[in-house]
């Protein structure tokens, strides 16, 4: 039992300093990219759609570095099925998600496209150089085709409102100050990273579970809180679109950057459960948020309620599969 405390200690106080660590480094971040006239475009793809996956792209490379792929691509992973099975869930259900943008309705099936190609690369059970290379190509694809799509929605577009609303809020933050929230948000993202890793690790030792597991369930709802605080919080402002933006562009970091880290700096062979259990059910919840997300005759582009209890329920439902696949190794 003593030998349990501090690893789970350093994953607790991991959890909570990268969640902090991780909003602080996006408004700097965004903040420093206004006081520089970096385009509302750029910031909207790159900072707001994307650094939301910063804690998962940190905990991917740190632990790629320890020799434990499967806790990166289970994060990966992991992260994406409680994007949309907790995060947009959750939303859904404290407030129905419209979908007035046009944009996100071109991002949706990108996204599963993304998905789809992540999964045959995944097909032999390895990650190998050459798949961090294809992801990377495919992240850098990937912005250009969502700025591209950006600059062809127009002004009124819900999504391009709800961005510029966020940015009026960050602008405010000095650039002095944006320039320590940018660095010590990294620096603190880094070390809470590290302990996050290090507890991880430890605790599946200790209880003898794969890193996967591990990364499947702690590390991917911790490095996913981000998320759900941005998404309670874009609801209860009417920010649907925004919310719902941050999560295409975190599921598409995730498989295209996240999973990229592993392959390129410790290529290894996969449990064979992340390929045969976890990538289906990943690949499920993305196909679910698009038919839920999608207008269909009669109704308009909205996830109600319902839908959200779906989800949760879905999600809650694939963590008590990961416990009787642990109880049963164990």
């Known amino acids: 039992m003593n030998e349990l405390l501090l690893p789970a200690i350093a994953l607790l106080i991991g959890l909570v300093l990268l969640v902090k660590s991780a909003d602080i480094f996006i408004e700097g971040a965004a903040s420093t990219a206004i006081h520089l006239n970096v385009s509302t475009l750029i910031i909207g793809v790159l900072v707001l759609g994307f650094g939301t996956s910063m804690p998962e792209v940190i905990v991917s490379i740190l632990a790629a570095l320890d020799h434990a792929p499967e806790l990166a691509v289970g994060n990966a992973i992991g992260s994406n099925i409680a994007n949309v099975g907790l995060v947009l869930g959750a939303t859904a259900l404290l407030t129905p998600v419209m979908v007035q943008s046009g944009v996100l309705r071109r991002e949706l099936p990108l996204l599963l496209v993304i998905t789809i190609l992540a999964g045959l690369l995944l097909l032999d059970g390895e990650l190998q150089r050459i798949d961090g290379i294809l992801l990377l190509l495919g992240l850098f694809g990937s912005m250009a085709w969502m ?25 405010r933050i000095p650039l002095k100050k944006a320039l320590i929230w940018t660095i010590g948000g990294l620096i603190v993202l880094m070390l809470s990273a590290r302990m996050m890793v290090w507890g991880a690790v430890e605790i599946a030792d200790i209880f003898g579970v794969s890193e996967a597991i591990i990364g499947l369930t702690i590390v991917a ?59 289906p059910i990943m690949l499920g919840f993305t196909l679910a948020m698009l038919i839920f997300a999608l207008p269909r005759p009669g109704r308009p582009a909205h996830i109600n309620r319902l839908e959200g209890a779906l989800l949760m329920g879905a999600f809650f439902g694939y963590l008590l599969l990961l416990y009787f696949a642990t109880v049963k190794t164990l």
């Open 147 to 171: 700025i591209h799509i950006n600059r062809q929605s127009e002004p009124t577009d819900p999504l391009e409102q709800e961005i510029q609303h966020e940015l009026q809020e960050v602008a």
């Open 221 to 279: 709802i911790g490095t996913s809180l981000p998320e759900l605080a941005a998404g309670i919080t874009a609801a209860r402002k009417g920010e649907a679109d925004l919310m719902l933006g941050n999560i295409l562009g975190s599921n598409m970091f995730n498989l295209l950057a996240v999973m990229a880290m592993p392959a390129l700096i410790y290529p290894a062979s996969l449990n064979g459960d992340i390929i045969v259990r976890d990538y």
